[in-house]
């Protein structure tokens, strides 16, 4: 399967505190993206990073890729109780389309 | 701009009947999208259309099917419906060529199966 994994399956902090993700995937990829996803809704785009990149940045979010690992991490700093919802991450297969990982649950308590 | 839409929100069949969603991606989009999200579960990927042709599907039976209108909305028939096609189905459309700004996803369908 292409589908990534995410890591932890869920994750609880308090709020200020940062959260960190992490995903894993089995092939090469074109590009990997993190979704985030409230209370079982559509998703929203977070933010993208290319095969060639390692590390991005957009607000509280950073993302990193590390293409050797096979795998990418999402950190969202000072978090705050909007923050709660399910993050996903997806590969993007240029031909092959566009896979899921399980996603993280993250709960930040106020 | 209008983002995608998904019709219809919520869809109640009974075992052995057929279900229709159907998606209208955003204009300019191409590439449509489908996935299955049981419960709590993560999404499947079931099948990408793009420019009116089915480009991959995912691992679903046959009774899982669809279609790219000339105007690249899309339609998902799901036949012969059982209690486990219960599930949020999610279309997400993108440019074919530039998918470098990621997925605009629906707010998905809800169907439920009695």
């Known amino acids: 399967s292409q589908q990534g994994e995410e890591d932890p399956q869920a994750l609880s902090i308090q709020e200020g505190e940062n959260a960190t993700m992490n995903c894993s995937y089995k092939?090469?990829?074109?590009?990997l993206q993190w979704y985030r996803q409230n209370s079982g809704r559509g998703l929203v785009h977070l933010i993208l990073?290319?095969?060639?990149?390692r590390e991005k940045h957009s607000g509280r979010l950073r993302v990193t890729l590390d293409t050797s690992k096979k795998s990418s991490s999402l950190l969202i700093t000072a978090s705050r109780a909007a923050d709660t919802a399910s993050y996903f991450c997806?590969?993007?297969?240029?031909?092959?389309?566009?896979?899921f990982g399980s996603g993280t649950k993250l709960n930040v308590k106020p | 701009e209008a983002g995608v839409t998904q019709s219809p929100t919520h869809l109640i069949k009974t075992r052995g009947q057929q279900a229709t969603l159907r998606c209208s991606p955003i204009?300019?989009?191409?590439?449509v999208y489908w996935y299955q999200q049981a419960l709590g579960l993560g999404l499947q990927f079931l099948l990408w259309?793009?420019?009116?042709?089915?480009?991959n599907r995912g691992n679903f039976p046959p009774r899982f099917s669809g279609r790219q209108f000339p105007n690249y909305s899309s339609e998902l028939n799901v036949n012969a419906l059982e209690l486990e096609d219960s599930a949020l189905y999610l279309c997400?459309?993108?440019?074919?060529?530039?998918?470098?700004?990621?997925?605009?996803f629906g707010s998905g369908t809800r169907l439920t199966v009695v």
């Open positions: 990073i290319r095969s060639n990149e």
């Open positions: 259309y793009d420019e009116g042709e089915e480009r």
């Open positions: 204009s300019g989009h191409t590439s």
């Open positions: 997400a459309s993108t440019n074919t060529w530039d998918r470098g700004y990621g997925y605009t």
């Open positions: 997806a590969t993007a297969v240029f031909i092959v389309g566009f896979y």
């Open positions: 092939t090469s990829i074109n590009n």
